[in-house]
């Protein structure tokens, strides 16, 4: 199984600063046949359910504010918040989707500083 | 609208079964992968079952021979057979529903609580 490792376990950001959550892959979830990354953000608010942020690594989802991004390729992936507010408190996880169950990084929790 | 509605879940003891449901709207469960994931009290998601929608079936290692998942076109909805019921397996449990390129998990339902308790 890909194992997921996500940094660090918690941050606590000032409103208004960057937020940035690394999250690291055993093995690549880059597929080169069509030269796309298969992992997945998740956003968890308290008492809810997830909710998807970015898919294939980069691409925001429908709906989802743009100062969410994500980056990264092969086994080291990012997902930054550029100007936090207080709406992204959360527990934040990402997702290989590469194999046919997938598996979950241990989840990020971000609050304000 | 896509929804999602859980129910099924509440309190058993070990060695019990339950049945999860997941009645789906916005859709059909037979043109998407569908899947279940669990979250134990203050821990992480865990997957627990993929159908895909060629109806192949695959299960985390914990849950293989206890676990089954299937659907009812009919009705739209997903089921979790869960038997031989432990505490480990207490945990909220979420139905999601796959893109329609059968990737990535697009949507949740909001849960339902299952607790395995003597």
């Known amino acids: ?113 | 609208e896509v929804q999602l509605v859980e129910s099924g879940g509440g309190l058993t003891q070990p060695g019990g079964s339950l049945r999860l449901s997941c009645a789906a709207s916005g859709f059909t469960v037979s043109g998407n992968h569908m899947s279940w994931a669990r979250q134990a009290p203050g821990k992480g998601l865990e997957w627990v079952s993929i159908i895909q929608t060629g109806g192949r079936t695959h299960y985390a290692d914990p849950v293989k021979g206890r676990f089954t998942i299937s659907r009812d076109n009919s009705d739209n909805t997903l089921y979790l057979q869960m038997n031989s019921l432990s505490a480990e397996d207490s945990a909220v449990y979420y139905c999601a529903r796959y893109d329609n390129s059968g990737s990535y998990p697009d949507y949740w339902g909001q849960g339902t609580l299952v607790s395995v308790s003597s």
């Open chain 1, 1 to 113: 199984d890909i194992v997921m490792t996500q940094s660090p376990d918690s941050l606590a950001v000032s409103l208004g600063e960057r937020a940035t959550i690394n999250c690291k892959s055993s093995q690549s979830v880059l597929n080169r046949s069509n030269n796309k990354n298969y992992l997945s953000w998740h956003q968890q608010k308290p008492g809810q359910p997830p909710k998807l942020l970015i898919y294939w690594a980069s691409t925001r989802e429908s709906g989802v504010p743009d100062r969410f991004s994500g980056s990264g390729s092969g086994t080291d992936f990012t997902l930054t918040i550029s100007s936090l507010q207080a709406e992204d408190v959360a527990v934040y996880y990402c997702h290989q989707y590469y194999g046919a169950l997938g598996t979950f990084g241990q989840g990020t929790k971000v609050e304000v500083k």
